[in-house]
């Protein structure tokens, strides 16, 4: 156990820090997938190997500071699903109808409640 595990006032922060950038860096590879334009434009395809290790290093450093997986990975794809249809509509007009943002709020509303159920569950 490293002189960080042991200082609670560390860890919780830097787990949710991480939990952050594996969120900003799964987004970043996925909308760059779509720029990529079937890996034909080599800067994007490269975002998208780099960003989709990087968010996996940062969900694996998320899991190892004591963040449940079901509520890790939870909220690693609420949020991925809700920006990237949040940007897709942005960046690549693509649809995003009132029925697609209900199913967001329902998507995030499910995670709210693992994350309660969790936090139930540890006391």
Do not use: Q
Request: charged share 10%.
């Amino acid at each position: 156990m490293s002189h960080v595990d042991k200082c609670p006032l560390l860890v919780r922060p830097v787990k949710w820090l991480f939990l952050f950038a594996a969120i900003v860096l799964e987004v970043t590879a996925t909308l760059s997938l779509r720029a990529s334009e079937g890996f034909a434009k080599l800067g994007y395809t490269a975002l998208v190997a780099v960003g989709y290790v990087g968010a996996f290093v940062a969900l694996s450093l998320v899991l190892r500071r004591g963040l449940p997986i079901g509520v890790a990975y939870g909220i690693w794809a609420a949020v991925g699903v809700a920006l990237v249809a949040i940007l897709g509509k942005v960046i690549f007009d693509d649809p995003l109808t009132p029925l697609m943002g209900l199913g967001i709020v329902l998507i995030l509303g499910g995670v709210l409640l693992v994350e309660l159920g969790n936090t139930a569950a540890r006391g």
